[in-house]
């Protein structure tokens, strides 16, 4: 079956009206290497009949140790220590605090020092989640949404590469999600909402869509395009949206 790339629909502009819930729920990862416990950051979606609702997640006290690494002004949103780099990472989640596009910055320090990953006003966050990429070798995952209800997500992962990070991945989706498998090497499911095949009588952002899910694996330093298929049906899009990220381990079947 031939698919169209679905259309990312922002609808940043009509959100005037709408205000933004999101709540944060913290959990500890562990995977099948000898490494500290890591932590995920993925806040649910509360959506109502005029879109996603979020707003800021609750201010974390700074620890004095990070102070000095988060500006005047700006309000430390979470904490998460991994070892995606051999001497190990603490990554560092801060925004201005505006409640309806806040600028959010999200910093790895290491070795002391603060390397900067992204920088940019959002219609509101939506996760962060470490995994293992091959081996040993660890990726993290981040999610935002760039109109205010939240009906988009861009999904990126960061992975070390010479003192710093690359970002080898990112993807745009309509109220999408990303499914990470962790085997000897990573696979991604990437949800997208797509509209093409929505009733004629009944398609709006929040509507249930079917789904154009695109495979991905980890091979030769990349992640690869290995297949593309349609949702049988139409899928409750605040169900799928709703959490962005589904970390699962190889053997585990989580599908619609």
């Known amino acids: 079956m031939d698919f169209q790339q679905p259309e990312v629909h922002n609808w940043c502009k009509y959100g005037a009206q709408m205000r933004v819930f999101i709540s944060i729920a913290a959990a500890f990862l562990s995977f099948a290497v000898a ?16 879109g996603g609702r979020s707003e800021a997640l609750p201010q974390l006290k700074v620890p004095s140790d990070l102070r000095q690494f988060i500006p005047d002004g700006n309000f430390l949103r979470a ?9 190990g990472e603490t990554w560092l989640l801060y925004d201005n605090g505006d409640d309806s596009f806040p600028k959010i910055h999200l910093d790895a320090i290491r070795a002391g020092k603060a390397i900067k990953l992204y920088d940019d006003a959002v219609g509101g966050f939506a996760g962060l989640v470490p995994f293992s990429l091959q081996g040993k070798r660890q990726a993290l995952a981040f999610a935002y949404h760039v109109g205010f209800d939240c009906g988009d997500t861009t999904f990126v992962i960061f992975a070390a590469h010479r003192g710093t990070y690359d970002k080898i991945f990112e993807h745009q989706t309509s109220e999408g999600r990303m499914k990470i498998v962790q085997d000897s090497a990573a696979q991604l499911e990437v949800w997208s909402a797509d509209w ?3 009733p004629p009588a009944r398609s709006c ?6 789904y154009h899910i695109q495979s991905y694996s980890w091979r030769g330093g990349k992640f690869n395009l290995t297949g593309e298929r349609l949702s ?15 970390l699962l381990t190889a053997g585990r079947v989580d599908s619609p």
């Open 79 to 87: 904490i998460i220590k991994t070892q995606i780099s051999p001497e």
């Open 196 to 198: 093409n095949f929505d």
């Open 232 to 246: 049988s049906k139409l899928l409750d899009t605040p169900e799928i949206a709703g959490k962005p990220f589904t």
């Open 205 to 210: 952002v929040w509507c249930p869509h079917r």
């Open 35 to 50: 490494a500290p416990a890591r932590g995920q950051v993925q806040p649910p979606l509360d959506v109502e009949a005029f």
